[in-house]
């Protein structure tokens, strides 16, 4: 979704995807055939690199509203014009996830498209909902291993433990139906900065052995990656993109404030 200049506000993408249609038009009415002409540019693609196809969301009506013109088109990585670059995080060189990924008049088979043509917007926000539901759980066993690793006495501890108790609880709600998506907003932006307090206060408890780096801070887990139980300060570090991905915590803010509470945009 991400571009360079549309990270926050995805309905901003530039990615362009013109129709080349040579298609034909199938006895249901369904068209078929003809291909898509990709040329663009996107940025924090996670796992770019080593995919083998890229859910990807371009503007397939320049004139229409911003969330109306959108499209989005399954792209098989090794497809001519597909140029994927890794890049390390602040938390080490060799911590390779990010990617730019280049679209350079690559063509996209007409039966990748997903779902309707410029109805993308739709697809966009589930595949968020999705997201900010995995998003939660992450963020309710990180919590957990923060109280596992990091026993104090300070205030900021109780803390901790209420919040844990309590993105559970709220997320048990969640998973119960019957939901407004848009409470999932709650959800991640609960989990994600209660994270980046809790990792800060825990740092700050250490004094100067928090700053100690490369280290291990917890148990190992076959069933997590070790980035969970790296030092202290990688920790914290780490923290940030929890309050960024799957939209930020002032997106997150505008999601409740407009459709949980209803207040006026």
Request: aromatic content about 6%; hydrophobic content about 40%; cysteine-free.
């Amino acid at each position: 979704m991400s571009e360079p200049g549309a990270g926050s506000d995805l309905a901003g993408l530039r990615t362009r995807a013109v129709l080349d249609d040579g298609g034909t038009v199938r006895s249901s009415g369904a068209e078929s055939g003809g291909h898509f002409v990709v040329n663009g540019q996107k940025v924090w693609t996670s796992g770019a690199h080593d995919a083998d196809v890229l859910l990807t969301f371009v503007r397939t009506d320049p004139a229409a509203p911003k969330h109306k013109g959108i499209s989005v088109l399954l792209i098989p990585t090794d497809t001519e014009g597909v140029v994927r670059r890794p890049f390390a995080s602040m938390a080490a060189q060799d911590d390779l996830d990010f990617n730019e990924v280049f679209f350079t008049d690559v063509r996209v088979p007409r039966e990748n498209l997903v779902g309707p043509l410029n109805k993308g917007w739709s697809v966009a926000h589930g595949s968020l909902v999705h997201e900010r539901t995995m998003l939660w759980l992450s963020f309710a066993e990180r919590l957990d291993d923060l109280i596992r690793d990091a026993p104090s006495d300070e205030e900021w501890y109780a803390t901790l433990l209420m919040d844990a108790q309590a993105l559970r609880l709220l997320g048990y709600r969640q998973l119960g139906g019957g939901r407004d998506p848009a409470e999932l907003s709650v959800l991640k932006l609960l989990g994600s900065e209660a994270i980046q307090v809790a990792s800060l206060n825990a740092l700050e408890d250490r004094g100067p052995e928090g700053l100690v780096h490369p280290e291990v801070t917890g148990p190992p887990n076959h069933m997590s990656i070790d980035n969970f139980i790296s030092s202290w300060f990688e920790r914290y570090a780490r923290s940030f993109a929890g309050t960024i991905a799957g939209g930020t915590s002032e997106i997150q803010r505008n999601i409740i404030a407009e459709r949980v509470l209803g207040l006026p945009r």
